[in-house]
């Protein structure tokens, strides 16, 4: 199975400050389609999850362009400027190329 | 308007089956694929399987053994299910579609006698 690994698993801004997440497979997430399936979703406290963004950089209807997804091949990053008190909560990554599998999480906390 | 919605018991005893329906609204189970994710109490997400549009499935290699997911498309649900539950399978259970574009509210599930 693939592994996703978050860093870091806890993170501490200020409102109004930038945050980035990496994400990282233990292997390519590259299809053999040429796509690569990886996407980033939230989790407020006590609700069901959201996805961001999916293959790699494009965001999901009604998601702020304060975020966005970069990376290829193994590494990934989720990069949220301008940090709002509706941004806090857990990020995932999760890759979709092979059987599927989830990060552990990264918690977003206000500083 | 695309929704789902899971639905089933909320306490299983140890050893027995869990049995969950995801019913859905807004597209069609043969057009989409849905999976089923869980989250265990304060943890993270864990992907169970997936009903694929033409009606094949995939199963997470750890839970293969014991999970089985169909579909009645007529009735637009799909299915979960799963035997010989034990603590560890406390949680809750989400179904989502095509890995998540939407969501349902989510199910919790209780193993405990």
């Known amino acids: 199975d693939i592994v996703m690994t978050q860093t870091p698993l806890s993170l501490s801004v200020a409102i109004g400050q930038s945050a980035s997440i990496s994400c990282k497979s233990s292997q390519s997430l590259k299809y053999s389609d040429g796509k690569t399936y990886l996407n980033w979703v939230f989790q407020s406290p006590g609700q069901s999850p959201k996805r961001l963004i999916y293959?790699?950089?494009k965001l999901d209807s009604g998601v702020p362009d304060r975020f966005s997804g970069t990376g290829s091949e193994t590494d990934f990053t989720l990069k949220i400027s301008r940090v709002e008190a509706e941004d806090l909560g857990v990020y995932y990554c999760?890759?979709?190329?092979?059987?599927?599998?989830f990060g552990a999480g990264t918690k977003l906390e206000l500083k | 308007q695309v929704q789902l919605k899971e639905s089933g018991p909320g306490l299983v005893q140890p050893s027995q089956t869990l049995s969950l329906t995801c019913t859905v609204s807004g597209f069609s189970l043969t057009s989409y694929n849905v999976h089923w994710v869980r989250q265990p109490p304060g943890k993270g997400l864990e992907w169970m399987g997936r009903m694929r549009y033409n009606g094949d499935t995939s199963y997470n290699s750890a839970l293969k053994s014991r999970l089985s997911i169909s579909r009645d498309t007529s009735k637009n649900q799909v299915f979960l299910k799963m035997n010989s539950l034990q603590t560890d399978d406390t949680g809750t259970y989400y179904c989502?579609?095509?890995?998540?574009?939407?969501w349902g509210q989510g199910v919790m599930v209780t193993v405990s006698s």
């Open positions: 999760c890759q979709g190329s092979y059987s599927p599998t």
């Open positions: 293959q790699v950089s």
């Open positions: 989502t579609r095509n890995l998540g574009d939407y």
